[in-house]
């Protein structure tokens, strides 16, 4: 499973890069409307930083409006996905940003049905909101497994990108669904590190080690 961070930040970015185990970024309006600087400026060294996808949305809502800023957000880099909303308008842009070779990640889908319309439109990625649908009482997981299920079914190419993810059972249900990727703020990325047993069998492993090496000294 491919692991996006879902940021704008590039201070951030750069951080978990290093780590060597981020496979691309995803952002959206609100989180660049949080950085300083220009969006495309920024849009480019996150592209030059993670050196696979990074998705920046439109913000137009008709067909022409989306068209335009698609392709002006496709010129910044070779890596940028264009990401556009699921609606009438966004399906529609899809499938013309798609057929004219342009990546498109669908955003804000939150049910089986959007998620097959962008596929038929030619979707290089859907990006379900699991947390947002789970803030409102519905099972998110249970979305993604519905859109697996559907996608295997037609052989359908279009990756399925888990987003809006909240805490380390979104991402480990995730994988065991066979998600092609999870896309997870900073944060969360860190959370995946941690287990308190790793720190106190390292604590132990330490001291021990210290304690024999003084003792030959
Ligand atoms: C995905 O592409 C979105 O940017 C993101 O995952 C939304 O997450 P949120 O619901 O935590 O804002």
Same mark, same amino acid.
């Given at each position: 499973?491919?692991?996006?961070?879902?940021?704008?930040?590039?201070?951030?970015?750069?951080?978990?890069?290093?780590?060597?185990?981020?496979?691309?970024?995803?952002?959206?309006?609100?989180?660049?409307?949080?950085?300083?600087?220009?969006?495309?400026?920024?849009?480019?060294?996150?592209?030059?930083?993670?050196?696979?996808?990074?998705?920046?949305?439109?913000?137009?809502?008709? #067909?022409?409006?989306?068209?335009?800023?698609?392709?002006?957000?496709?010129?910044?880099?070779?890596?940028?996905?264009?990401?556009?909303?699921?609606?009438?308008?966004?399906?529609?842009?899809?499938?013309?940003?798609?057929?004219?070779?342009?990546?498109?990640?669908?955003?804000?889908?939150?049910?089986?049905?959007?998620?097959?319309?962008?596929?038929?439109?030619?979707?290089?990625?859907?990006?379900?909101?699991?947390?947002?649908?789970?803030? #409102?009482?519905?099972?998110?997981?249970?979305?993604?497994?519905?859109?697996?299920?559907?996608?295997?079914?037609?052989?359908?190419?279009?990756?399925?990108?888990?987003?809006?993810?909240?805490?380390?059972?979104?991402?480990?249900?995730?994988?065991?669904?066979?998600?092609?990727?999870?896309?997870?703020?900073?944060?969360?990325?860190?959370?995946?590190?941690?287990?308190?047993?790793?720190?106190?069998?390292?604590?132990?492993?330490?001291?021990?080690?210290?304690?024999?090496?003084?003792?030959?000294?």
């Amino acid at each position: 499973m491919k692991l996006f961070i879902d940021s704008g930040n590039i201070k951030d970015i750069e951080a978990l890069v290093a780590i060597g185990i981020i496979d691309g970024v995803t952002t959206n309006p609100s989180l660049l409307a949080k950085e300083p600087g220009d969006y495309r400026e920024n849009l480019k060294k996150i592209c030059q930083i993670v050196k696979g996808p990074v998705s920046g949305e439109v913000t137009a809502i008709d #067909v022409a409006g989306m068209l335009e800023q698609g392709r002006e957000i496709a010129k910044i880099d070779h890596y940028m996905i264009v990401k556009v909303p699921l609606t009438r308008a966004g399906i529609q842009a899809c499938k013309t940003l798609s057929s004219d070779g342009i990546r498109v990640n669908v955003t804000l889908c939150f049910s089986a049905a959007q998620a097959l319309l962008a596929a038929k439109a030619g979707a290089t990625y859907i990006s379900p909101f699991v947390g947002r649908l789970d803030d #409102v009482g519905t099972n998110g997981m249970g979305l993604i497994k519905e859109i697996i299920e559907i996608y295997n079914n037609y052989d359908f190419t279009t990756e399925v990108l888990v987003a809006s993810t909240r805490n380390p059972i979104h991402i480990v249900e995730a994988a065991r669904m066979g998600a092609d990727i999870c896309t997870c703020p900073p944060a969360l990325i860190d959370q995946l590190f941690n287990h308190p047993l790793t720190n106190i069998g390292l604590d132990k492993f330490l001291k021990d080690w210290e304690k024999s090496q003084a003792g030959k000294a």
